[in-house]
């Protein structure tokens, strides 16, 4: 296969797989997607939808949030991990939010990303989910399996960004993110991976990642 029939076999079979898209972070609205994009770093999905809502429930918007000290914003997050940090995100950044953008979640990467615990991959995904603009945001399973797939060198996750924006097409940006997400959580994980049930490496997966894998399988039996 050419390395164009491997995306477009990639694209084909992650539409059919995921027609429909979950979100996997809970928000109603892109202030509760930014800060619960936030909680997220190095910590889970699952995780964070459980403390979202205990969050929410006190302050779901910037006015409210201020009105909560970083302590008790602290203690509610403390679960997700990195709290003082976050906890000092989410006050600040809310602040600025009342002040320089009247209380809603501004529409540019380069204002996202100049908020406070706000990075490239954060702003993406808001960008992305919140305002439907064409991103690319590289967690820990899309720079997997574009290493797997052999359709970037896993140097680093701005190298992943770039070589999946240059392979993919733009209007499928927003959703292909998606689709490679829940297809590494739920057919090509990190740990406990079983190559016949992930078809999509498994048909054009890095020869070298196949190597390996077969011959860990071969060492277990």
Known sequence: MTKAEKVEFTINTLEKIY????????????????????????????????????????????????KLSQEEIREII???GLSPMKSKGIY?????????????????FEALESLPAVGHKTASVVMSQAFGVPAFPVDTHIHRLMYRWGFSNGKNV?????????LFPEEKWNNL???????????????????EKDIITKTIGRKSVLDEYRAKTKKAR
Request: cysteine-free; overall charge neutral; charged content about 25%.
């Open 19 to 66: 027609p429909k898209i979950p979100i996997p972070l809970d928000h109603k609205d892109p202030y509760t997607l930014l800060i619960a994009v936030l909680l997220s770093a190095q910590s889970t999905d699952v995780r964070v939808n459980q403390i979202t809502p205990l969050l929410f429930e006190k302050a779901d918007n910037p006015y409210r949030m201020i």
């Open 78 to 80: 403390k679960p997700v």
């Open 92 to 108: 600040e950044l809310s602040h600025i939010l009342i002040d320089k953008y009247n209380g809603e979640v501004p529409q540019s």
């Open 158 to 166: 701005v190298q992943t960004e770039k070589d999946a924006k240059r």
């Open 177 to 195: 993110h998606l689709q490679i997400i829940w297809y590494g959580r739920e057919y090509s994980p990190a740990r406990g991976w079983d190559l």
